[in-house]
């Protein structure tokens, strides 16, 4: 099993930046890729980003390119999203996602933390 741990998040104004990190612990060494999903009030739960452990190359949805940035830390086990200018659409709970060596999907998720863009 993947236990994983975030931290970050918090309320920003429009145009502001925020980091969420998220630590991975337990049998870490089954990772394939991590990643950050969102959902937002009203609507479904979206993927945001996410980087293949070994290879290290990335995904964005198309509403984050440019301003977000993923990353990892291969020898903590853990992986940070930059945000920057931050809108209100980004307002969301923002979870932490594993998908291990051999599975089809993401199979491990965090607790979620709250994003909140004011404008």
């Known amino acids: 099993q993947v236990q994983l741990a975030e931290s970050g998040g918090g309320l920003v104004q429009v145009g502001g930046s925020l980091s969420l990190s998220c630590a991975a612990s337990?049998?870490?060494?089954?990772?394939?890729?991590m990643g950050w999903f969102r959902q937002a009030p009203g609507k479904e739960r979206e993927i945001v980003a996410r980087?293949?452990?070994?290879?290290?190359?990335?995904y964005y949805a198309d509403a984050v390119k440019g301003r977000f940035t993923i990353s990892r830390n291969s020898r903590r086990n853990t992986a940070t999203l930059q945000m920057s200018d931050l809108k209100p659409e980004d307002t969301a709970v923002y979870y932490c996602?594993?998908?291990?060596?051999?599975?089809?999907?993401?199979?491990?998720w965090g607790q979620g933390t709250q994003v909140t863009v004011s404008s």
């Open positions: 980087v293949r452990w070994g290879a290290g190359d990335t």
């Open positions: 996602v594993v998908q291990r060596i051999g599975a089809d999907r993401y199979d491990t």
């Open positions: 337990g049998r870490t060494v089954y990772l394939y890729a």
